[in-house]
């Protein structure tokens, strides 16, 4: 039976960059899912009897919040729910189900790459029928609609038996639960050259995929020791669990330390590769090589070709903006477009709709194409392997050839995290205040050239964007930028982005070669007065 159950707004339900996050405790709260989930259906027209994709990446509260979004879904009128064993999917995976299966939209139930368990994290987000995150105008409707609902539709029927596959119905609506690897599974072999990457670990070559206890655990077993024929034991931590076994599941060189520490001795494999809670984030390190995400990005534009699914070539390229200018010097090269958006994959998604990228990347970890509408964190593992099969050469002697070819990057993220969000939010007034004064500053002997907070204006659909960060560039095209963090849960989270280009110079230690540029930052915006904060909390 269906029931229209009266409920009232709860307050800040408003989604960050990527859905709304929040705290276990604060999800648990009565109502607190169901008000946000019905706000997505009542922001969405068209949906009576269409399908609708439901996944999550496993962590604490996955399970309830699946049953009551299929129960919702039934009672707000879909035809049918598309869902996965375990109700577990990684978000790119998800993405490419909504996509193969034409549904009307997809909820993705993860709080990505933030703590998991009762004491944790948790996140609700929809993806549209192209696959990829809903863009800010249908994030701002259903912000709108938390604010003013009165009351959500559930029926009551018996929970979906999600681990079992197959088919069963709730209020006439149809389930189906399917299995999360093999149409991912299916589409990677369509991108990438298999046999050479089996030939690769044929021949000895090594490689460890941390899964970090979360959702690529499963994807990594099946495609890289099952297809690829990589040794048992080359992907560790492969078993997802509700609070990802305690630890963060960030793919970075603070939470990912173990397997830094392992890829930089003597002992450690080839190739060394992790991805993040919900699977469409990677950190990759070679032997004694680790390759920032921006590099990362610049690499794989340059090499893309050599991978079936790209060999044509790419259409352009899209970065965000804080990430750096690396992979603008290959595009300039290979004499394609490169755009830069705002933080967030969703305004990828225009771009990717339109043909006129094929690849693109941040900052954050975060690499992907035109496969999907999210961005893919075992993909970009895949292309890796697809290129070090085809150039027979090793991580470090990839990434220095490309230096030798492009220069260099230098590139640095310093966080500031759980600030007081009143002196953060105060921090950035203060800045943009200063915008016109910055011309003429100088860190070290570099002076500033120019200063704004950038905005975006979407070339596909016309919409505008402001606020996305204070930008400071310098003369020689260096960049001071400074951001709040959009997926924190705790107070809030100061990014500040530097870096520096280097023809010449190419062996440097990152921070040294930052450290002009890095006082600067912290001077000019008075970080340690305005935060209390000497020194940030994470270094990437
Ligand atoms: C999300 C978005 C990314 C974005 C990141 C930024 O990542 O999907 O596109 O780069 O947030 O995070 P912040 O606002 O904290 O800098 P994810 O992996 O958390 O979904």
């Given at each position: 039976m269906i029931k229209t159950v009266p409920t009232k707004p709860f307050e800040g339900q408003k989604p960050g960059t990527s859905?709304?996050?929040?705290?276990?405790?604060?999800?648990?709260?009565?109502?607190y899912a169901e008000n946000f989930i019905q706000s997505i259906f009542d922001g969405l027209e068209g949906?009576?009897?269409?399908?609708?994709?439901?996944?999550g990446?496993?962590?604490?509260f996955n399970r309830e919040v699946i049953q009551t979004t299929i129960r919702m879904a039934a009672a707000n009128g879909f035809g049918r729910v598309l869902t996965a064993k375990g109700g577990l999917l990684s978000t790119p995976a998800a993405s490419h189900l909504i996509r193969k299966s034409k549904a009307f939209g997809g909820i993705i139930l993860s709080a990505s790459h933030n703590p998991g368990g009762p004491d944790g994290d948790f996140g609700i987000k929809y993806n549209a029928g192209n696959g990829g995150p809903a863009p800010e105008k249908m994030t701002e409707q259903f912000f709108a609609n938390t604010k003013k609902i009165s009351s959500y539709k559930i029926s009551d029927g018996a929970d979906c038996n999600l681990d079992k596959l197959g088919t069963s119905k709730i209020e006439g609506m149809t389930i189906e639960v399917v299995d999360p690897v093999s149409d991912y599974q299916k589409l990677m072999e369509t991108l990438f050259d298999f046999d050479a990457i089996k030939t690769l670990f044929k021949s000895g070559f090594r490689v460890r995929f941390d899964a970090m206890h979360a959702i690529t655990g499963p994807y990594g077993h099946a495609i890289l020791e099952g297809a690829l024929g990589a040794p048992k034991g080359s992907v560790v931590n492969g078993t997802p669990l509700p609070d990802f076994g305690g630890h963060h599941p960030d793919p970075n060189l603070v939470h990912a330390k173990e397997l830094y520490d392992l890829m930089m001795s003597a002992s450690g494999p080839d190739f060394g590769a992790a991805s993040d809670g919900d699977g469409d984030r990677n950190l990759i390190i070679g032997k004694n090589q680790f390759v920032t995400p921006s590099d990362s990005l610049a690499l794989l534009a340059a090499n893309a070709h050599l991978a079936p699914g790209y060999a044509k070539g790419l259409a352009g390229v899209a970065r965000s903006m804080p990430t750096s200018c690396a992979v603008d010097r290959v595009a300039a090269k290979l004499g394609i477009k490169c755009f830069e958006t705002p933080t967030g994959w969703k305004f990828f998604g225009n771009l990717l709709d339109a043909g006129m990228i094929t690849l693109c990347g941040e900052e954050s970890a975060g690499t992907g194409s035109n496969h999907v509408r999210e961005k893919d964190g075992l993909w970009a593992v895949l292309l890796w392997l697809n290129i070090l099969a085809k150039r027979q050469q090793s991580v470090v002697e990839i990434v220095r050839e490309h230096w030798a070819s492009y220069g260099r990057n230098y590139y640095s993220r310093h966080d500031y995290e759980e600030v007081d969000a009143e002196a953060a939010n105060k921090m950035m007034v203060f800045l943009r205040d200063k915008l016109p004064n910055l011309k003429g500053e100088k860190a070290g002997a570099l002076a500033v050239s120019a200063a704004d907070d950038f905005a975006y204006h979407d070339i596909v659909d016309g919409s505008n964007t402001a606020n996305q960060g204070i930008r400071i560039v310098f003369e020689d095209g260096s960049r001071v930028i400074y951001r709040l963090s959009g997926t924190g849960t705790a107070g809030a989270t100061l990014r500040v982005y530097v870096e520096k280009y280097e023809s010449k110079n190419l062996g440097l230690e990152t921070q040294a070669a930052l450290s002009d540029l890095i006082g600067f930052a912290r001077g000019i915006a008075g970080i340690a007065e305005r935060t209390g904060r000497m020194e940030p909390t994470v270094i990437t």
């Open positions: 859905g709304l996050r929040k705290k276990v405790s604060v999800f648990q709260q009565a109502y949906f009576k009897g269409k399908t609708l994709v439901i996944g990446d496993g962590r604490y």
